[in-house]
Each structure stands twice: as structure tokens, then as C-alpha cells.
């Protein structure tokens, strides 16, 4: 949990190494990661590596999301979601039905069933964690009683083909802490790491959206 809270590396790479790559896979898999969301208009995939890429020093890479792992906002805001919503994941929508000027019904988008990714003891145990990360750690600057508080999570972004991106920063959360009502993802070009550019950001729209 306090690694967690201070993004220790090192930590994550020893507990994939213990999981071994291909779990870490599977679950990635199950959160959605590694193909695009079915939310009615296209949007990346993002990306998982292949076991060859994880195998031996690969697993670093795997454990703290660098190398071949990729995801959108989108999809790291559907996985805060689905951890908040007690393990289970159900799918995002943007466009539910196509309709034409004249108003005629072309097209109905078919709701995807939701579906268990986590037990609700090991969702119950992650919520604690991105509550203290939020509170405590490196999101500390997202978190404000007067909106009810936040979970989340700081990341330093690499971004494909812009070499700016080593100075961008993140942050994923959700709100109110105690009563959940709305999953965010914070994505800030400004210089710094996301607790310093992302979470103030995030902090500022939960406040605007809790008035």
C-alpha cells in the first residue's frame, strides 16, 4: 500500500515476477486493456506485449506499464471505474442509437453485459489503496474534502512519437471517496509528474463538478 501511495517501482516489478508475466496479461485482458473500447465511435487499442517480450528483464517493462504496454486515458479511466464498481466491469457507451435528419432510426448500438474482473475483497483492498494514494501520496494535490474527497493513481506518460513526453503527467481517479459517483482521467502537458500538473487539474474539475 505505501508503495502504492509513493509509486515504488521496484516493487511492482517484484510482485509481476511473482505473478509471472502471462497472469499480469490475462487480467490486463480482463480490465479491457490491449484492444479498443466498444463505445460506438473508433478509438485506439493501446497495447500488451508478447510473453517473448516479458520474458526475463521484459517482466520491468510489464510490471510499471513502459515499453509495449500502452493505453488511452479512456481505458485507464474504464479500469478505475470497474475496480470502484466492486471488481465488476461494465462497458462504456458514447453513442447509443444513429438516427437520421429526418429522423428515421439507422443503427441501435447493443449494450455489452457487464462482467467480474476482480473478487470484491481484492476491488475492497485496491480502493483502500488508491483512497490513500490520493490522500497521502503522490495525488495528494487531487484530493479536497470539499468535493468528498478522491482515489487515484499519479503516472508519468510516454507517448508515442512525441518527444515532449517525457515531461507530461497523469492522474486516474474517482469521486467522492466515500461515495462514488464519476471516474476521471487526467492527462496534462504541462512539465512535471502527474502529482504536480495532473492531480491539481483533477482537483479543480471535481470541485466545479461538485458545485
Not at 101 to 128: A, H, M, P
Given at each position: ?25 490475462r487480467y490486463a ?92 475483497n481484492t476491488s ?55 461515495d462514488p459517483k ?30
Amino acid at each position: 500500500k505505501e508503495a502504492f501511495a509513493r509509486s515504488c517501482n521496484d516493487t511492482f516489478i517484484n510482485i509481476a515476477k511473482d505473478l509471472g508475466g502471462d497472469t499480469v496479461v490475462r487480467y490486463a485482458k480482463k480490465f479491457g486493456l490491449g484492444k479498443g473500447l466498444d463505445i460506438g465511435l473508433g478509438n485506439d487499442d493501446g497495447g500488451l506485449p508478447d510473453s517473448q517480450v516479458f520474458a526475463g528483464a521484459g517482466i520491468g517493462n510489464l510490471a510499471i506499464g513502459q515499453g509495449d504496454v500502452m493505453a488511452t486515458p479512456l481505458q485507464m479511466a474504464d479500469v478505475i471505474a470497474t475496480i470502484v464498481n466492486g471488481g465488476v466491469r461494465k462497458p462504456l457507451r458514447l453513442i447509443d442509437r444513429v438516427i437520421s435528419n429526418r429522423g428515421d432510426i439507422l443503427e441501435v448500438k447493443e449494450e455489452n453485459e457487464e462482467y467480474r474482473v476482480l473478487s470484491q475483497n481484492t476491488s475492497n483492498e485496491l480502493v483502500s489503496w488508491l483512497s490513500y494514494a490520493a490522500e497521502h501520496g503522490t495525488g495528494k494535490r487531487a484530493y479536497d474534502e470539499s468535493y468528498g474527497g478522491c482515489g487515484g493513481k499519479t503516472g508519468t506518460p510516454q507517448i508515442n512519437y512525441d518527444p515532449k513526453a517525457n515531461y507530461y503527467g497523469w492522474f486516474v481517479g474517482y469521486f467522492p471517496k466515500d461515495d462514488p459517483k464519476y471516474a476521471m482521467a487526467v492527462l496534462s502537458r504541462e512539465q512535471g509528474e502527474g502529482g504536480a500538473t495532473a492531480a491539481p487539474i483533477f482537483r479543480k474539475i471535481a470541485k466545479s463538478m461538485y458545485k
